[in-house]
């Protein structure tokens, strides 16, 4: 286990409304991702963070911001939410190995009503 | 662009069986490989990976996989299958030094008792 945390672990929101998403990590890893899992597309990157501060998009930002004001922390915010971002959210950070393995929180199930 | 591609959506197979699941990627220089396994209502875990060496590299839980440049090839195999390989199987791709993972859209392992 990577120490990762994500909360909240479920949520249910109605359409339009901002939604927030935390990760938090206890051991001082550089780099976090957020992905989307849905049925049949597998995991694809939203955002990522390389350091405090610093981000990216990744292929399919388009809804969503991120934010990280501090190494442990990395949050995604889905400014005003629509039912198709219904989907299970996975935090990740990149293992200090080298290769760039990643390790994964335990998800957030997000659905919007 | 680099990708990856999971041949078998979904496999069924009896304990005891003989189980290879295939990865192609497509990328022409170094490439570190993983396999991942999601138990039903878990987040990702790590099941092995290969960066340089011996081309065949064993994971946790019996599993093994095999690097074939050639081909750009990173298939799974596990002699004997149990009830509890039961899961879905992500093969994935970090290419160069890209600070990204590329994933494949997963293969639903059902292992029959």
């Known amino acids: 286990d990577a120490g990762i945390t994500q909360s909240p672990r479920h949520k249910v929101t109605e359409t339009g409304t901002p939604v927030t998403l935390r990760c938090h990590q206890t051991?001082?890893?550089?780099?976090m991702y957020w992905y989307r899992q849905d049925p049949g597309h597998g995991l694809r990157l939203i955002h990522y963070?390389?350091?405090?501060?610093?981000?990216d998009k990744g292929e399919v930002s388009d809804g969503y911001s991120v934010s990280r004001s501090k190494t442990e922390d990395f949050l995604l915010t889905l400014e005003s939410a629509t039912s198709s971002q219904t989907s299970v959210y996975f935090c990740?950070?990149?293992?200090?190995?080298?290769?760039?393995?990643?390790?994964f929180g335990p998800g957030t199930r997000l659905t919007v009503t | 662009a680099q990708s990856v591609s999971q041949h078998n959506h979904h496999v069924i197979l009896s304990e005891a069986a003989s189980l290879e699941l295939g990865c192609n990627y497509s990328?022409?220089?170094?490439?570190?490989l993983f396999w991942y396994v999601q138990y039903p209502g878990q987040h990702l875990q790590l099941l092995l990976k290969?960066?340089?060496?011996?081309?065949l590299v064993k994971g946790i839980k019996g599993f093994e996989a095999e690097f074939i440049k050639s081909k750009f090839s990173f298939n799974l195999r596990k002699p004997s299958v149990q009830w509890s390989d039961t899961a879905e199987y992500f093969c994935?791709?970090?290419?160069?030094?890209?600070?990204?993972?590329?994933f494949g859209k997963g293969t639903r392992l059902h292992i029959l008792p």
């Open positions: 290969y960066f340089s060496g011996d081309p």
């Open positions: 051991e001082n890893h550089r780099y």
């Open positions: 963070s390389y350091g405090v501060k610093d981000t």
């Open positions: 994935a791709v970090n290419a160069g030094r890209d600070d990204k993972i590329i």
């Open positions: 990740a950070i990149r293992g200090t190995g080298g290769y760039g393995e990643q390790y």
């Open positions: 990328y022409g220089g170094t490439v570190n």
